[in-house]
């Protein structure tokens, strides 16, 4: 089969699981979809185990055809980006920008070595001598959160302004960051030079402040050109340009394209939205990419879900896979912590806060992508043929598909929670300011 009828098939698959879902099931859509996915994998790796059928190497064929890092990085990625920043709102962003810094920052930096840090030292207990630059580099890549993952199952559950803003602003803004760390340690992993302090800054600077700028020149550029025109469907088409042939050109050009995507969002969701779309343009706009979004995510998470076909799995990789879920949990936790630490000195947070962000912060197809990057051949356990992209790629599928599944669905309920301790706190706050009210003296 050619790459486009496979991905109609896997298209149409998507939306029967979605279709069942809303009938007979009450999950979150992507989360339904990479369950069924994950399920139909294991019934082809057991039914090929015991012999019944064999369609695991078909299936993985078809599937490596695709190319799931090139499907994501450099296809979809941008109009999912694009699509979940046109609804952030920015003064939001404003009200917690230290909050995202500091975990986008931060809480990367941190997570990172604690993940890589624990890895290398259970692993080493456990006789599997797989070196620090290799736990590190696992740390960097699974360390920032997901941006199409949380906008995907956190963005829509209502959860409380500020909490809501800081996941879904630290997913957007940290993967500049994650980049450079992994690119970084990736030169040190598997480069023939070290990189050096100079080198990593000139990356930070050409990748992400670059995009950011690129993103903010591409968002005036079409601002101007949506303005230019009452045509609402060469508004729509135009607002189309800036994930296909903007995003494109942002690689060509060496920047972050999923950092411009999101700025370019964000100035056409919150700047030329109000300027240059009528009301019913405004309808349309949000109903078109939330179609695209919708659609997009439904093939995404459905290939998260198959992409364990890929995979040879052996017995230490399915302790591999027990052990990191847990330590990456535990350094998302102690890095969000070790900010509100800081954090709580200023200012007054719901009490579910770093709950959620910890439960929140999931992991997705940016972090298998960026694993599947890990070159193939460095072996650490040779006389079973286990090397070093063997064990990254699936402590990454663990983690993520727990992410996605167990997360996703703890979210919910902890959402809820956190709505209900908001409105404590604002009858609170509500109640003090009354009482301030009628402690003041009458104006004679």
Known sequence: MTVYTTLCFLAAAAIAISFINSKIGNMQTTIAITAGAVAMSLIIVVAGQNNWFNLKDIAADTLNAISFDEFLLKGVLGFLLFAGALGVKLPNLKDQKWEITGLALVGTLVSTAIIGGSIWYILQLLGIQLDLIYCLLF??????TDPIAVLAIVKKLNAPKRVSTQIEGESLFNDGFG???????????????APTVGGVIELFLHEAVGGILYGFVLGLVFHFLICATDDH????????AIPTAGYVLADLIGVSGPLAMVVCGIMIGNWTRHIGFSKDSETHLDHFWELVDEFLNGVLFLLIGLSMLQFTFHQEDWLLMVIAVPVVLAARYLSVKGCFLVFNRYRTYNPMTIKLLTVGGLRGGLALAMAMAVPAGYMVIPEKNIDVKEIILVMTYAVVVFSILVQGS???NMVEKANAEQKLMDGEEASSQQNIDNTKPIAE
Do not use: C, D, N, R
Request: net charge negative; charged share 5%; no cysteine.
């Open 139 to 144: 740390g960097s890549l699974i360390s920032p």
């Open 179 to 193: 980049l450079v760390i992994f690119v970084s340690l990736f030169a040190i992993a598997f480069g023939t030079e």
């Open 233 to 240: 469907s060469m508004e729509l088409l135009l607002t189309l």
């Open 410 to 412: 703890m979210v919910t």
